[in-house]
């Protein structure tokens, strides 16, 4: 039963301020300390860089204020940290890469990203008033979401990076379209199974105790398999593959509430990635390293050794509890060590305390991502902020799973911290959408003054009211209506009775 | 769906988990065995990144960490090279350490349990935690005097402390220089090894502690302990000495050094035979007093056991079966019998601390890099091999070695020196090892020293132990008394 409490109708923007200043502080003073610690100084762009940061944390503030004021106070605080945390790390491998005689200025790079980051950011804030506007969207995302994964494909304009061909060159960047395809894929999904979801959950069989599905609602899973299968294959990119799948069957699962689909995603899912694993090489090779990580043979193996899971093993190790502190370790002692194994260089300088510590932010990002999906009243909403808080957790325990050998190593990103435009925008995106969500999950409904009970409930299941609004109906003003602070005071008031 | 939300935030919450235990058994569990995988050049780095403790010979560092401009913020540097080679050990970042370097890393580098509190206060007050610096017993005039009087020549010195067991001196030649070994180019550290290695002259060999050599007749003391020891002699009990002893069970003859004749009447006082280190009265003595009794004092002197002073030794060798003929050989120090001179020095300070063998120690103190000592090697008693009347006999017939006998050339002018020589052949082409076994001052030692000079030195075949040794070792007794 989805209640709002009345403590949360507080807007929690001067909370949000204060955890800015803090996520603020953190990303700058990180970014002071390596350069502190490897030159004896404050870095050259220390006021710009602090300049440019402190702006995004401020207008990002202003926009979340006067375009989604009951935003939840806790996802932007966060996200900024991450981010200057990042940014703070990959300045450090900077440095190292400057000690060793290459030019990087990768931290410029990434500052700029962040900054067009934030820029979409507000900018989805601003124009997209409603989420369930994108609703109306569901098949375009879906196209969208398709095009953008086979992109890669295209002969000229995908690039194969290290076996996996999950690039696209634009000009002198980089691209990773299965990035942005996340998010439109989660549209898609969220559009798809809220119409959908009543035929899906329809009982079917019943095998070793699992109620199944009917089996002419199997259709959909199948087309989602077969693509990701197909992304396995063709692009050669199991991490990609695992990140949608898993999406999928999530959101497939909110959806029904049918354990079986997880039962039946899972067993597709292994089924295929030991039929990959079987018949082709590189596949092999990844479950053959993590298994296996420390056999020498397998550590001099080129292409396709451990070394690189093994070097990474040894730096977090030498983090041990406390870390070596920001600048005096050897991260970059790890190929891609400001990329994928950027959480690697971080266990390394901040040890088991630092690396917990980031992990609990992304925990508290994820789990405040669930709140909204409850918290909010149409299912599409519900589907489509569950899918990105999901997609965010899952695409964070599939990197760092990787890199600690809980599971295979893939070639996904770390969100908000690795040095990568494509995922960097796409999950200023993701906390842009939340932000919104999390609006119209927070913002006082009038509705239970009709009549109803004055403490204001919730329908759990029933969405239709608001679908209906979302096809039809004019999108709702997110101004403030003429009698909203009175409303607000009566369900406090009445919350403390 | 908000019961299947709640569920998959739990999901979310448990992937986290997993990702924290994964985390936390990397980073504490798996960490120790990670940390020390040879394929982890952090370790490496990490010490390097340290300033690692200097190791310290009166005052004066032998080895130090300067800071270095490369990746790894520290170059070790051995001042004097190879003089202390034997004792410094080399520090490579290719080949690891060896010696002092090896047995103290941990305190060096400052990882020690016992430096624990010393790395939380620089964890508190900010400061680069630093190594602790070890102090060796080593005398720089002992080891200078040893160094110098060695020359060209391949052996090694050892001298100790009697009272207290302390390693005043280790030399070896032909001695290598670490910082050849501890320069950061890899590729010329490992030409440099590889040449160390092929050398026919094993210059990375530490002589002292590690090549075992047959003791000649410095063996003839332990004869002469065994006798005493048995109660049935006396310094001036009266021995057979006669010109040639033809061995029992064998058609083999045993003749007298230069085949010259030890007394007219062909027998002598036992204290007389270790004087001109008669070998025909020490080979029908041995057989006299009998392999088993021979045995069992070269196992209470130390053979046949391994010391660490911290450096590894290798255990000197006395058979464990031999028949009549071979306990003669034995009791000259030929056959299978095998010593370390860090053995024969041993042999001589238990005579010299009247029949208290004290273990050998090469460090002495351990001290923070805020100078607070950590640790102080407290002398100890390492074994009682013979009684004080044994060792006070045994020290008087040494001295008559040098006053009048074969180690005349350990002299010193206004002090009472007591010493053994030795002369021990190896093959029958090759010259004979040179050997001198002595302390000084006899009535009140304050170093014990034990020279091998390998293949005769300088003199080659024409080579003894009182005329190639024995100035070595007094050169070392002087430096030390003076």
Same mark, same amino acid.
């Given at each position: 039963m989805a209640t709002v409490q009345p403590?949360?109708?507080?807007?929690?923007r001067g909370r949000e301020l204060i955890l800015l200043v803090l996520a603020v502080v953190l990303g700058l003073g990180a970014y002071a300390s390596v350069s502190l610690a490897?030159?004896?100084?404050?870095?050259?762009d220390f006021y710009a860089h602090s300049g440019v940061l402190v702006l995004l944390a401020v207008v990002l503030h202003l926009l979340v204020r006067y375009?989604?004021?009951?935003?939840?106070?806790v996802i932007l605080p966060v996200a900024v940290a991450l981010n200057g945390v990042g940014l703070a790390m990959i300045h450090r491998l900077d440095l190292a890469a400057q000690a060793a005689g290459r030019s990087s200025e990768l931290a410029t790079k990434q500052l700029v990203i962040t900054a067009v980051g934030v820029a979409a950011a507000a900018f989805l804030l601003a124009f997209l008033?409603?989420?369930?506007?994108?609703r109306r969207f569901t098949y375009t995302a879906m196209v969208v979401g398709l095009g953008l994964v086979l992109l890669p494909l295209v002969p000229g304009l995908g690039n194969e990076i290290r076996g996996a061909r999950i690039w696209i060159g634009v000009g002198d960047y980089s691209l990773q379209p299965a990035e942005f395809a996340k998010l439109a894929l989660a549209v898609f999904f969220a559009g798809y199974l809220v119409t959908n979801r009543d035929t899906l959950a329809m009982a079917g069989p019943k095998v070793l105790g699992i109620q199944l599905p009917?089996?002419?609602?199997f259709g959909p899973i199948l087309v989602v398999w077969a693509a990701c299968l197909a992304i396995l294959v063709l692009e050669r990119d199991l991490g990609t593959s695992l990140l949608f799948f898993g999406l999928f069957v999530a959101m497939l699962y909110v959806a029904t509430e049918r354990v079986s689909w997880i039962v039946i995603g899972l067993t597709l899912f292994a089924g295929g990635a030991a039929l990959a694993a079987t018949q082709f090489g590189h596949v092999a090779a990844r479950f053959e390293v993590w298994l296996n990580a420390m056999d020498p043979a397998i550590y001099e193996r080129?292409?396709?050794?451990s070394s690189q899971l093994v070097k990474g093993l040894f730096g977090m190790a030498s983090g041990? %509890?406390? #870390?070596?502190?920001?600048?005096?370790?050897? +991260?970059?002692?790890?190929?891609f060590a400001s990329s994928d194994f950027i959480t690697a260089s971080l266990g390394e300088e901040l040890g088991l305390t630092g690396l917990l510590a980031i992990l609990l932010c992304y925990l508290v990002l994820v789990e405040r991502g669930f709140r909204v999906a409850i918290g909010v009243r149409d299912g599409f909403g519900k589907l489509l902020a569950s899918g990105l808080a999901f997609v965010l957790a899952w695409q964070v325990f599939v990197v760092v799973g990787g890199i600690t050998r809980v599971i295979p190593l893939t070639g996904l990103t770390m969100p908000f911290?690795?040095?990568g435009g494509s995922s960097l925008l796409a999950n200023w995106l993701i906390v842009a959408l939340l932000l919104r969500i999390s609006d119209s999950a927070r913002r006082p409904t009038?509705?239970? %003054?009709? #009549?109803?009970?004055?403490?204001p409930t919730t +329908?759990?299941?029933?969405?239709e009211p608001d679908d209906a609004v979302a096809h039809?109906?004019?999108?709702?003003?997110?101004e403030h209506e003429p009698g909203q602070e009175q409303v607000t005071e009566i369900i406090r008031q009445e919350g403390r009775a | 769906m908000n019961a299947a939300l709640r569920r998959l935030s739990l999901v979310a919450f448990v992937m986290m988990l997993s990702l924290m235990v994964a985390a936390t058994y990397i980073h504490v569990f798996a960490a120790p065995d990670l940390n020390a995988?040879?394929?982890?050049v952090r370790t490496i780095y990490r010490e390097y990144g340290n300033s690692r403790g200097p190791i310290i010979v009166d005052g004066e560092s032998v080895a130090l960490s300067t800071p270095s401009d490369?990746?790894?913020?520290y170059q070790r540097e051995y001042p004097q090279g190879p003089l202390y080679a034997p004792v410094t050990g080399f520090y490579s970042i290719v080949f690891g350490r060896s010696a002092i370097e090896y047995t103290q890393n941990s305190v060096l580098n400052g990882?020690?349990?016992?430096l624990f509190i010393s790395r939380l206060e620089a964890l508190v007050t900010g400061e680069q935690p630093r190594g602790s610096s070890v102090e060796v017993t080593i005398s720089a005039a002992a080891q200078q005097a040893a160094w110098d009087a060695l020359g060209d020549q391949r052996g090694a010195v050892v001298a100790l402390d009697?009272?207290?067991?302390?390693?005043?001196a280790m030399v070896s030649k032909p001695s290598y220089d670490p910082n050849d070994l501890a320069a950061h180019d890899t590729s010329l550290v490992n030409d440099e090894y590889q040449r160390l290695l092929a050398?026919?002259?094993?210059?990375?060999?530490?002589?002292?502690?590690?090549n075992r050599y047959p003791p000649g007749s410095t063996f003839k003391l332990l004869v002469a302990a065994a006798a005493l020891e048995s109660g049935a002699?006396?310094?001036?009990t009266v021995i057979p000495a006669p010109d040639q002893l033809p061995l029992p069970q064998s058609s083999s003859i045993m003749g007298n050094f230069g085949g010259a004749t030890c007394a007219p009447d062909e027998e002598m006082t036992l204290a007389d035979a270790l004087r001109i280190s008669c070998n025909t009265a020490f080979g029908q003595l041995g057989m006299d007093v009998g392999a088993d009794a021979l045995r069992s004092t070269a196992q209470a002197f130390g053979f046949g056991t391994s010391v660490e002073i911290p450096l590894k030794t290798t255990p000197s060798v006395f058979p464990g079966e031999l028949d009549v003929p071979q306990t003669a050989l034995a009791s000259i120090g030929q056959f299978d019998v095998a010593a370390t001179p860090l053995q024969m020095a041993l042999v001589g300070s238990a005579i010299a601390n009247d029949g208290v063998q004290m273990s050998p120690y090469l460090v002495d103190t351990v001290r923070t890099a805020?100078?607070?000592?950590v640790s102080q090697t407290e002398p100890s008693e390492?074994?009682?091999?013979?009684?004080a009347t044994t060792a006070n006999t045994l020290t008087d017939m040494m001295v008559g070695v040098v006053t009048g006998g074969s180690?005349?050339?350990?002299q010193i002018r206004g002090v009472d020196v007591a010493g053994k020589t030795g002369t021990a052949q190896t093959t029958t082409d090759a010259p004979p090892h040179a050997w001198f076994v002595g302390f000084a001052p006899?009535?009140?030692?304050e170093v014990v020293v034990a020279v091998i000079v390998e293949?005769?030195?300088?003199?080659?075949?024409?080579?003894t132990g009182g005329a190639v040794a024995a100035p070595i070792a007094r050169a070392v007794m002087q430096a030390v008394i003076s």
């Open positions: 403590g949360e109708v507080r807007r929690g490897v030159e004896e100084s404050l870095p050259a375009f989604a004021p009951y935003a939840d106070p008033r409603d989420h369930r506007t994108l009917r089996l002419r609602d080129s292409p396709g050794g041990g %509890l406390f #870390g070596t502190g920001w600048g005096q370790g050897h +991260p970059q002692l790890v190929p911290l690795a040095y009038p509705l239970p %003054l009709r #009549g109803g009970p004055l403490v +329908p759990e299941d029933d969405d039809h109906g004019p999108v709702p003003s997110p | 995988d040879n394929r982890n490369d990746a790894f913020g990882t020690a349990d016992s009697p009272k207290t067991g302390a390693v005043l050398d026919d002259d094993s210059p990375l060999i530490n002589r002292a502690t590690t002699y006396d310094a001036d805020d100078l607070d000592v390492l074994a009682r091999p013979i009684s180690g005349s050339a350990a006899a009535d009140d030692p293949n005769g030195g300088n003199l080659g075949a024409e080579a």
